[in-house]
């Protein structure tokens, strides 16, 4: 059966101090694998997508690396505003599955 | 470039009734895919319409259906409302079915 795991739960950090979320999966036929963030009664803002293990894509404090069988996002130096709900998503075929997400509270 | 839109954003039925949810995805994206999150299931996939085709259906129970017209727009539709059909319903479209951009999502709460 094909999972998305995300670890951990949640997460406390201080201001500034780095940390990486995990998102670890077991599917056939990867087509991608995309991370979004999530704000209190906001729909999921989009991130990243990786296509192949190996790639990295950045954005402001955040980088996305994939394996071939989990994805981190790096977290460097975090600021309160980063403090959200961080979920990823695999694509197989045409279907997404979700994660249940990290929640991020960054501690100024 | 406006946004995906959802409307309304939020509703109160009662059981046993049905409710249909409207989305307006991006300008120029034929993929429209809905979801239903939930605090314990997480975000999960009910179905994906692509130039007016149900193109992927996820696990749930027939009384959740959907349709896309021809301009793209989506409704989904709940009949025979249960309690346990309370969630934050999102809409994601995308150009070809792969990066999905969001929504603000319908809050239905069934009473």
């Known amino acids: 059966e094909d999972q998305v795991t995300q670890s951990p739960e949640a997460l406390r950090l201080q201001e500034g101090e780095s940390s990486s979320l995990n998102c670890s999966y077991t599917?056939?036929?990867?087509?991608?694998l995309f991370w979004y963030r999530q704000d209190p009664g906001k729909g999921p803002e989009f991130l990243f997508t990786l296509y192949s293990a190996g790639e990295e894509k950045e954005k402001e404090r955040l980088k996305a690396t994939l394996t071939k069988k989990e994805s981190f996002l790096h977290i460097t130096a975090p600021k309160p505003e980063d403090s959200a709900t961080y979920l990823c998503a695999v694509q197989v075929y045409n279907q997404f599955y979700f994660g249940t997400g990290t929640s991020l509270t960054v501690i100024p | 470039k406006a946004g995906v839109t959802q409307t309304p954003r939020y509703l109160i039925k009662t059981r046993g009734q049905q409710v249909t949810l409207s989305c307006s995805p991006i300008s120029g994206h034929r993929s429209v895919s809905w979801y239903q999150q939930t605090p314990g299931q997480g975000l999960q996939f009910l179905f994906e319409y692509f130039s007016e085709t149900q193109r992927n259906k996820g696990n749930f129970p027939g009384r959740f259906s959907g349709r896309q017209f021809s301009n793209s727009r989506s409704e989904m539709n709940v009949s025979t409302l249960e309690l346990g059909d309370s969630a934050l319903y999102l809409c994601?479209?995308?150009?070809?079915?792969?990066?999905?951009?969001f929504g603000q999502g319908t809050r239905l709460t069934v009473v």
């Open positions: 994601a479209s995308s150009l070809e079915g792969n990066e999905a951009f």
């Open positions: 599917v056939s036929g990867l087509r991608g």
